[in-house]
């Protein structure tokens, strides 16, 4: 009877428990990990939108300095198919960005007063340089 017991194969596996057990770990996890992927996701499409605001500012402030650009001008539309200070920031580039974290897809738009350059996004008026940058009070 020990002999019997020696020469049965141990069943090798997982138990449905312990599998439901990794299942529901897995699950919780991933619980907390989507929500933050779509806030970093959120987070890195707005500062590409600050990245290319500024990418545009510096051509419409080398522009100024060159004398191609208008020095005092309402919001421009920067595209192909704009006119005035937005078509030659336009042309100046290699490629028109377009808006990633504030209404995708959507256009920017220039303002240049006295040699300052501001630059916004279209759909929703939103100033993305300068920068506004948030002070905190102790």
């Given amino acids: 009877m020990v002999k019997n017991l020696k020469n049965k194969k141990k069943k090798k596996g997982f138990t449905l428990i312990e599998l439901i057990i990794v299942i529901a770990i897995i699950a919780i996890l991933a619980a907390f990990a989507i929500p933050k992927f779509g806030e970093v996701r959120k987070n890195a499409a707005i500062k590409s ?67 300052n350059v501001e630059v916004y996004s279209k759909a929703n008026g939103t100033k993305l340089f300068p920068e506004v940058v948030a002070t905190t009070t102790p």
Avoid at 86 to 92: A, H
């Fill in 49 to 115: 939108d600050i990245a290319n605001a500024k990418t545009i500012a510096n051509a419409a402030t080398y522009l100024i300095s060159e004398g191609t650009v208008n020095n005092d001008t309402t919001g421009d539309k920067v595209s192909a198919s704009s006119t005035g200070n937005g078509k030659i920031i336009s042309d100046y580039l290699q490629n028109i960005p377009k808006t990633e974290g504030y209404d995708k897809g959507s256009e920017f738009f220039v303002i240049v007063k006295n040699g």
